[in-house]
């Protein structure tokens, strides 16, 4: 089910959704739903250490866990935004075009409006460019880090806790 919506939006974000370079901020329910998809397998993957109650501390059950779920949940967030990031490179090479076409028929006069004017296109070409293709912030970014790392330190507690009862309980 998670696949099928970030496939959703892929095909959403390329073909339905009108892109604003000057407003990227309606573009972040993409990186929400592609990060909502890796929280879910990361928080499975948290969840894992259970399965190791009944028995002893086996390291291939969490190496199978593993290597089924990073795959899955570093493909959600990339196939929910592929779509819209076609767009915003779509949509920002056309914005380029159109800057630079501006720019090279603009006149290079030194008064005081001509300059101005070739001055405001240069900057608005400087920002288009600058603006990021994925539709993600670094918040989301740091946020999707901290996802990941929360699922391998569950394990290491799991394990220390473990180790310790195993102690109490034999001595």
């Not at 974000?13 to 009108?18: F, I, S």
């Not at 501390?57 to 089924?68: G, L």
């Amino acid at each position: 089910m998670l696949v099928h919506n970030a496939w959703l939006f892929c095909v959403l974000g390329e073909r339905y959704t009108r892109v604003d370079l000057y407003r990227p901020q309606t573009l972040r329910p993409y990186a929400q739903a592609g990060i909502l998809g890796l929280l879910v397998i990361m928080g499975g993957l948290a969840l894992t250490p259970l399965q190791a109650l009944d028995t002893e501390f086996r390291a291939e059950q969490y190496m199978w866990a593993f290597a089924v779920s990073l795959p899955v949940a570093i493909a959600l967030p990339v196939l929910a935004m592929r779509g819209v990031r076609r767009s915003i490179i779509a949509t920002r090479r056309a914005e380029l075009a159109s800057l630079d076409e501006a720019i090279a028929s603009a006149s290079r006069d030194l008064d005081q409006p001509s300059t101005h004017r070739l001055n405001a296109l240069l900057d608005r070409r400087a920002y288009v460019t600058d603006q990021p293709s994925w539709p993600m912030d670094l918040r989301t970014v740091s946020r999707a880090a901290f996802y990941v790392v929360i699922p391998p330190l569950a394990w290491v507690g799991a394990a220390l806790v473990e180790r310790a009862v195993d102690t109490l309980i034999s001595t």
